[in-house]
């Protein structure tokens, strides 16, 4: 199913999984306040899919996303602090929304990649990008910072990594963003569709609530001390065991055939 209300995304949902497209392949699918507008709708839209698995977020063409497009970035310059602000705290909804969404998400990165673009990049959990795309933090060149992004890069790629990034500006390769934490794996770009194809095989082969509950299981004990973490631990794991997915998931490993779940062949 496709949604052909958007005139700077695609959405398309098949086989359970939700695909979200920077569709501005003119200008390297540049963001600007109506493709956040429909980054928001998009995903609440498939946050409400009850049969939805998982999330895939690409670019159209040969760019994943440059960042801000040029007349985007002329409108914030000239607008006041309150309209800026509104404008950032947008940006960081989408982040965060992408963030925290209930289901794997996954970006498949097919160029480069550029200041916000980045972002969409490390707000999702699994990253497949094509050998050639760069990566890169350039707001302080023009005098700004990565400041609306900057919790999810620093999720995944650190402190220090994040302070040279940041500072440098420098224009990295896919297999350096990897080593920093940023992308989980580098393929050829023939290869980048099959191979993310591979992950959502994968991804289907799992209980879609225990997916979910790994999703909650990391957020929560990242961001708590390891003395504070026993009770959720121990009460979610007791609490799946019981559940119909878990029991069926054990019988099945036990009976050796496959759970009812995984039905995508």
Known sequence: MK??????????????????????????????????????????????????RALVITGKGKAFCAGADLSYMSQMKDNTYDQNLEGALKMAEVMHKLYRFKHPTVAKVNGATIGGGVGLVAACDIVISAHLSEFSFSEVKIGLVPAVISPFVMKK????????????????????????????????????????????????????????????LIRRVADVPLSDSTSFTAELIAKLRVSDEGQEGMNAFFEKRRPNWVKWH
């Open 3 to 52: 949604e052909n209300k958007y005139n700077t995304i695609e959405l398309n949902i098949e086989e359970k999984v939700g695909t979200i497209t920077l569709a501005r392949p003119e200008i390297r699918n540049a963001f600007n306040d109506q493709m956040i507008e429909e980054l928001l709708e998009a995903i609440d839209i498939l946050s409400g899919k009850e049969q939805l």
């Open 157 to 216: 790629v650190g402190e220090a990594n994040s302070t040279y990034l940041f500072l440098s500006g420098e224009r990295i390769s896919a297999d350096r963003a990897r080593e920093y934490g940023l992308v989980t794996e580098v393929v050829t770009r023939e290869l980048l569709n099959s191979r993310v194809e591979q992950v959502l095989r994968m991804l289907m082969s799992s209980g879609p609530q225990a997916l979910s509950a790994v999703k909650e």
